[in-house]
């Protein structure tokens, strides 16, 4: 089964992955919950290449997950904002975060010799 094929699957899981189950569209999410809203801190922030942050954001617009609000017009700018059922994914990240806390802790070098698990 291809990837764009999973929407009218009749698992709703599968269904919800063709949303939100790539590896950029969740953290894109995750930065509006964290205040971020324009499009050049989106890139910022997540490193992401303007073309495929571009393609994320209009499909999480297209899907009713994010809405587009013009706050410049000369060049045309945009604030990307959730909308009521992208602030419900907010229970997803909720959940992932804890099982990533609880599952995959990192080690950061806390000083010579001395490491630190999170």
Known sequence: MKWDQLSDDWCPIARATSIVGD??????VRDCFLGV????DFQKN???TRHVLAQRLKRLVAV???EKKAYQSRPERFDY???ERGKELGHVLE???????EHLSIR???GIGETIDE
């Open 81 to 83: 904002m959730l909308t």
């Open 46 to 48: 997540l490193g992401i």
């Open 37 to 40: 809203s324009k499009f050049d």
């Open 23 to 28: 590896r950029w569209t969740l953290l894109i």
């Open 64 to 66: 009713g997950v994010l």
């Open 108 to 110: 950061r070098q806390a």
């Open 95 to 101: 959940a992932l975060r804890l099982w990533g806390r």
